[in-house]
């Protein structure tokens, strides 16, 4: 119960640090002859990968997985998948100077208090290297949830924001530009804006939006693992997110019923879909949508006051690779936390009825 | 693995249906030696009540909870807790007109798909009546808490909005005014529009904001089971949520590193608090903030087109004793939740060092 | 996590102690459109009862069990069923001799050791009474059940064996007397002796062995949640349990491979059941069958040395109403945890698959 | 929820195959800043490891662990623990002869039937090669347990049963012989009647028996969660185990409550251990003892007659290294199994008084 595993009936548990000799995570309770798409996976490990492109961070891993268990002949046998992506570019001597400092806004200092001793290289088990983890079987969750799909794009970067309806978009077209927005005149200008952000030695936030259509009806349990509480905690899990907010979110809030309500057309549709495809906890068939604030890279290239172990102000110089802004790479972890949901909801509902 | 238990060391289990004989639950891991102040429970209850002012529904209810086990000579024996509140005014036979019909943005239609058969009185399980045993749960997971306070309050009604930081309010006085917003002419507003909204038959939705002080460092476990997560999970459990936040919450997505990070005074304490008193999903100490968006109800004194179990149309009279505006009543339930997640984390962290 | 559940997706929470206002629990995880038979489940709580018969302690409780969820029109809605048995016959001050005292071979030193405090009375929550809800749900669970018959019955009670192989034996007829032993004649000589011990305010131990028939191929998980070693852990969860064996038992760690193996015949089946009904922790179709050893009741009417509450020596006079044997209620025990760990697998093994 | 995890707080998750890439795990939750004993975890793994004596499977396998996570400068960190055991002597072609057969009283068929699919080559996951990891987490498990001395032996062999209480036993010296059997003579006689029964392509069933001492009292938790109960669990889960009893076990059943109770001496100790150290699920201090069945492996170098994929007649020949006898080397992974109940009822009392 230390926290390092999600899921209920489809269950990933993750292990590794930044630094050490690798992550990989073990997936409990996938059923049995499932096709495994060996390409799939590592086409959203490389999504995810850095050094993907120049508004990234520039570590260099391959981030190939390696599959130990679970698995015979491409199929899945329904006993456990284990998997191990190896650290290769381990620069851990960038990391000597916080050994003794705690850097702002990282996890250094609670980690420390929490455990009265950390691996500080890379920032250890709090690094969001660990993510790769849940891309892996984020993506081999996909293949099982047949017709599915999963679709995340990044609709803000600080102040620049795609105020398009994601109806209006083409999705598909977010994987067409190394932010991943699905419109090419904004991908243009938060590219620019990265830049001129990393040259400066500063970092920015942003938000990813994802949409999941052809869900069916019944995925969710009342009344506290409701599907959209479920999405939420899946998110705010994800490094760096400040804030989860699903169909009307928080503009829903300064609605009336009258507006905010979603008829019914014949046949269970609805008219409008504020609900955001989940009514008490429930899936209903409609799309799926939510958007999930991601809170500027805490790591600067600048220096910056701070406190060592004993509590004394230090100073820390700007070092280490790091990325500028998080949301494109964060694209495929978004999905993958969503599609690692929905497959556990999935299995849950396979109980819910007697037959 | 239905559902209905949160907490994995202290584990709340709730039961119960709108309009069935009562609703309840089991508290199981309860440390053993805390002396309840029952009345501090019912206060609580209080708070959440049905018919305790103008602008909250009519259902009149006691809602006085009854403790069946677990507690002996006004102390837990460190056994499971069981409470029970009756359900007493139910009028059941206002929802005969549900029976075959579907109420819009309510969890009629999903739950009917889901188990093929359902509860239609007062929503059954999925109504919010349901929260009265958090409540319960909460208000003893207080007591726990010696010394940390949890204080909710209205911080949005409709377009309302108190855009006041909450390091200026003096939160206490929330509960001087029926709306539970903490300054007196921003609540005279709300309860207006409140009062209005509900003679129009209509509903609108609001926002609660909750400010944790004095948590110890150290809460939260990595990396699915960060302290936030868990709390945004938590409150998106809760009937009509739509939204979470924490810290610099989706404003945080649109700053820079430079800005954002919250920078070490001597002694751990950190001049700004972006972070919301999380770091890495461990709390560091500084006051945990965050706000809830609530949807306006969806049970409207109008009629609505809407389905039938066949899938036709139909029109669905508006009736049933129900709220305008959630949010006065929901201040109570998100301590609640808040108090239940921290709670367990005081308890899992019991565990993270050796001796 | 404080043990008082069983079950991870059919799951049983219980509560309650011998003197307290009641015992009762929630099963969350039933799926919706079960049809309840109220009397079935009535009348395992009779096999357990208190009174029932000469042999068994004089406690007067009716244990009528009241549901208080999660049934509509007499089928479940896959929402949580709380039920209730309310305690009527507490003679609570029979108890004030133990307040200061620990009675040998209870739970009294070991709960004040681990709790620093007790609800002395009657044992509070170690109370065999407790079981009186696993009856109720496993009652329940029967009839989810459907074709798979669950029997047990008592094989031994002191040196008195029933050395028949249960194919021999007309399991049913167990019910046709007062210890339910399913040989008329080795029954009758054990309600002697029984009844014997009993005048000599002793206590005795005995065997009860259960037998389940037409089960499913499939059920149980790999590898730690075996379905034999589910249904041990069950067993020994039942208050004094000392031993549990499955198949050849014991007296297969004395055999060769030669002689234990079941060989198969055409189909599946296999001539030999050494197996006892489960090979690799899965059912294989062929009846599953244990042995569950009880030790004598530590409650004696006659006056022990032991200490008190500062370690000090003092007599404990040999009051309070109990059972001279447990083994005769202990059949619908058995039965009734049987039930529930072969409901979970039920639902278990439905994910096992894909489609 | 597949199965594959042991322990709510100190869990562990293992994964692989007999001839797969390698088997291994991951321990969540092993509190922070202890100091790992590399060598001890080896010589356990030694103790289980194929061909380390001439009585045992002749499969040639380092077993060298690897640990990949967790542990920074020799101390746990809190964070997951991963390792692997790399599979070297793989003879997969010795199983083509059961990819279409089932061998009796194997898995075979039970998995096949579960799964629709398997992994044959040496049984695949229902390969005793899993107990493997459990071993290298038992191992770490009791360097956890500071003064706590887990001890285990083998008993019985076949009819050869030492019959000497374990308190006139020299239970270190179990390790002085192949068979781990602390009476020489006895271990001689097993030794030989072993080598015999290997010679006719035979196998024999047997008992080991544990000891615990220095057990803090309070260990276990009501009332499911029963201290013998998950020892019985984990004993059970362990491959070809039949039986558990603890205590007085199934001798216990046929004594009489004034012969069995177990009277205090001042202080909390007792005068006598039928309890086995455990009283309403809850250690007592005194120490805790038990045996475990194991029935005659099932892999015999004789043909037998059995049924293939489609349910029709076959013979199986004789094929593939294994054990004649599997108790020498089930004695480190009964003691792992222990340690690891033993250590998450540690962690988890913890939590059960309030400060």
Known sequence: MAGNSYGTLFRLTTFGESHGKGIGGIIDGCPAELKIDFEAIQKDLDRRKPGQSAIVTQRKESDEVQFLSGIFEGKTTGTPIAFLIANLDQKSQDYSHIEAAYRPSHADYTYDQKYGFRDHRGGGRSSARETAARVVAGALAKQLLKGISVQAYVSSVGNLKLNIPYQQLDLASAEDNIVRCPDAAMAKKMEAYIKDIRKKGDTVGGVVSCVIKNVPVGLGEPVFDKLHAELGKAMLSINAVKGFEYGSGFEGAA????????????????????????????SNGMDIYFNVAFKPVATLIQNQETIDKDG???????????????????????????????TDFYLRNKTSKLY
């Open 312 to 342: 004394n102000m230090t100073t820390i110089m700007g070092k280490g690779r790091h990325d500028p802004c998080v949301v494109p790479r964060a694209v495929p972890i978004v999905e993958a936390m969503a599609a690692l949901v929905l």
């Open 255 to 282: 609605m009336k019923g009258s507006e905010h309500n979603d008829l019914f057309e014949t046949g269970g549709r609805t008219k409008t879909n504020h609900s955001g495809g989940v009514q008490g906890g429930i």
